[in-house]
């Protein structure tokens, strides 16, 4: 494994998705907590398969992807972070940049968890990247409060599959001339 694509945190690691994290990724998708937003279905195992190869694919297709975070302690799945061009139709607000996104098992939300990964993410886009657009249901007031805590920026209203979602926005120090927030 390229070692610049592995991130630690005081607390997390963080590996591009490999064929053994299918059975966390799909017991994760599964769980109606943690699509209650994304999508707002459990997934299927068939559904989760294409996810993971999706989430492996960017790596090798675009130079970014997602990762598989465990807690470094014990090697525990708690979740999926990580960039991605997913070609979202009828939303306009992307402009060319990678889109971020992330989500937790039930037992590790609510702990930073989040928060931390998403730090560790930004700062590996940091010189790669100008911008990344993270695209947030409005009732998910955990990722809102993720996304502004991590210094993104809400900008636009959107809807997605006929479904309202709210657009923010992180710019890059390095790359995109100006700060953050």
């Not at 592995?6 to 053994?20: A, C, K, V």
């Not at 989760?48 to 999706?54: A, T």
């Given at each position: 494994?390229?070692?610049?694509r592995t991130l630690?945190?005081?607390?997390?690691?963080m590996?591009?998705?490999g064929?053994?994290?299918f059975?966390?990724i799909a017991a994760?998708?599964?769980d109606p907590q943690v699509?209650r937003?994304?999508?707002?279905a459990?997934?299927s195992?068939e559904?989760?398969w294409s996810?993971?190869?999706?989430l492996?694919?960017c790596?090798d297709?675009?130079?970014?992807?997602s990762w598989?975070v465990?807690i470094?302690d014990?090697?525990?799945?708690?979740?999926s972070?990580?960039?991605l061009?997913?070609?979202?139709?009828?939303?306009?607000?992307?402009g060319?940049?990678?889109e971020?996104?992330?989500?937790?098992v039930?037992?590790?939300?609510?702990q930073?968890f989040a928060?931390e990964a998403?730090?560790?993410?930004?700062?590996?886009g940091?010189?790669?990247?100008?911008r990344t657009?993270?695209?947030?249901?409005?009732?998910?007031?955990g990722?809102v409060?993720?996304a502004?805590r991590c210094?993104?920026?809400?900008?636009?209203?959107a809807?997605?599959?006929?479904?309202?979602?709210?657009?923010?926005e992180?710019?890059y120090?390095?790359?995109?001339?100006?700060?953050t927030?």
């Amino acid at each position: 494994m390229n070692d610049d694509r592995t991130l630690t945190t005081p607390r997390l690691t963080m590996e591009p998705h490999g064929l053994d994290d299918f059975g966390d990724i799909a017991a994760m998708w599964a769980d109606p907590q943690v699509t209650r937003f994304i999508g707002g279905a459990p997934h299927s195992a068939e559904e989760s398969w294409s996810r993971l190869l999706r989430l492996a694919g960017c790596w090798d297709l675009l130079g970014f992807g997602s990762w598989a975070v465990r807690i470094t302690d014990n090697g525990t799945f708690i979740g999926s972070i990580g960039f991605l061009d997913a070609h979202r139709s009828g939303v306009d607000g992307f402009g060319g940049n990678p889109e971020i996104g992330w989500a937790l098992v039930p037992a590790a939300q609510g702990q930073g968890f989040a928060s931390e990964a998403v730090a560790a993410a930004l700062g590996w886009g940091d010189g790669r990247f100008g911008r990344t657009v993270a695209m947030i249901d409005p009732g998910n007031t955990g990722s809102v409060a993720v996304a502004a805590r991590c210094g993104f920026r809400y900008f636009a209203d959107a809807r997605y599959k006929d479904a309202p979602t709210g657009l923010w926005e992180f710019r890059y120090p390095r790359l995109s001339g100006g700060l953050t927030g």
